[in-house]
């Protein structure tokens, strides 16, 4: 639009400036004046070129002051085409460097290509990795629960290792102190005309816990034939015999009737005993007879049920000699004070699985201590087995009685 006006604007001025030379000529020529001592002719020709060149001058100057291009174009050409060249020169680089940016694109494209395809690649290896690892994460776990189940098992069996190689030497131990016990009796069989010892007096025959408020003729049928069967199998396994009844070898003195009687009155439990009442040597008949012990507390707990002196200069072997002669003593005072006589084997009244670590402290310690089988719980006469905690006391010149003897 700005260049279509000022095309017609430079028309229009044109035609008037031509009209107005042509005008200015015609009356020159008329008038026949001359202009610088010229003819009319070569003056109107003059006038004609100087109106030609005022169009061209106005043109141009006009163009120059309304355009900016104009003014360039007519005073900084040369410095245009130099800058032109220039730029030429500058975009020649540049086409020339992108050329060379469009092979690196096309490379780098080819480069993502292929390194899209390593990725997707490496998204289904990753992925499928993902999944296996999952899967050996669970196997891992599984593999661990069982490896811990083992390690429980195996530190159950190490345990049980251990306390059986205690136990296999407290029995070791136990079956010599029987053996020097078993010595000592045959040492002191009474020999006789008609054989040799076989019950000595107090022996137990039978035990059980018996309660009251039962019918006699109950009691006689349930608790005392039992007992004398048990008891008389025992007897007839050592050799004694009831002459004229050789499936027999008990004599009774108790009166069932009225020993049946006092138990039914009994207000709780209470244990009783099928005892030998004499000395009895081989095939002769093995006199009995019941013994009735009410229920009631016989050891406190915490009650020191026997206790002895020992040096750390022992051996260990005479160290656990001594702690299985205090079970003995321990399991004999409960006899005595009427405790049932099942479960009082010397391996159920103490866990000897702490001895190795208790010998361990003895000999290290430097001196001498007092070992004590001390009572765990109450105990109670109906209630076996007796139980008991092996523990080292102070220095105590007191040394338990019943240990002596």
């Keep these: 639009m700005y260049g279509s006006v000022l095309i017609l604007t430079i028309a229009i001025l044109g035609g008037l400036i031509a009209l ?39 043109t141009l100057l006009l163009l120059a002051v309304v355009s900016d291009d104009v003014r360039t174009a007519l005073f900084h050409m040369k410095q245009v085409r130099g800058e032109l060249t220039a730029l030429k020169a500058e ?8 050329r060379e940016a469009l092979v690196e694109q096309k490379k780098t494209e080819e480069l993502l290509a292929t390194t899209e395809a390593y990725y997707r690649e490496a998204a289904a290896t990753l992925e499928q990795t993902r999944k296996e690892l999952h899967e050996n994460k669970e196997e891992l776990a599984y593999n661990q629960k069982r490896l811990h189940a083992l390690e429980e098992v195996i530190k159950g069996l190490e345990e049980t290792k251990v306390g059986l190689e205690v ?33 000595l007096s107090g022996d137990i025959l039978a035990a059980r816990v018996v309660e009251g ?53 009994l207000d709780g439990p209470a244990v009783l005993r099928l005892v030998v009442d004499h000395n009895t040597v081989l095939f002769e008949p093995v006199y009995t007879s019941f013994q009735i012990f009410p229920d009631q507390c016989i050891f406190r707990q915490g009650e020191v049920i026997a206790e002895e002196r020992i040096g750390p200069d022992l051996e260990e072997e005479e160290i656990l000699d001594r702690i299985l002669r205090l079970l003995l003593v321990v399991r ?33 310690g430097g001196q001498t201590v007092t070992l004590q089988m001390v009572a765990v719980e109450d105990v109670w006469r109906t209630q076996g087995p007796l139980r008991v905690e092996i523990k080292l006391g102070e220095e ?9 003897s």
């Design 91 to 98: 975009y020649q680089e540049i086409l020339e460097k992108l």
């Design 213 to 265: 408020g039962k019918e006699p003729e109950e009691i006689i049928t349930e608790v005392f034939y039992p007992m004398l069967a048990a008891g008389n199998k025992i007897a007839l396994e050592r050799g004694a015999r009831l002459q004229g009844k050789e499936e027999y070898s008990l004599k009774v003195k108790d009166d069932l009737s009225a020993l049946a009687k006092e138990i039914a009155g």
């Design 332 to 364: 004999k005072k409960a006899l005595d004070k009427g405790m049932i006589s099942e479960g009082q084997y010397i391996g159920e009244v103490a866990s000897l699985q702490e001895a190795p670590e208790l010998i361990k402290k003895i000999r290290e």
């Design 167 to 199: 136990e296999k030497e407290r029995l070791h131990k136990e079956v010599q102190v029987l053996a020097a016990e078993a010595s000592t009796l045959r040492d002191n069989l009474e020999i006789t005309k008609t054989g040799r010892l076989i019950f």
């Design 396 to 404: 105590n010149p007191h040394v338990a009685s019943d240990f002596g």
């Design 20 to 58: 107005l030379g042509d005008r200015v000529g015609m009356r020159m020529g008329k008038k026949r004046l001359s202009l610088f001592g010229l003819r009319p002719k070569y003056t109107s020709m003059v006038i004609t070129v100087l109106t030609g060149l005022a169009i061209s001058g106005l």
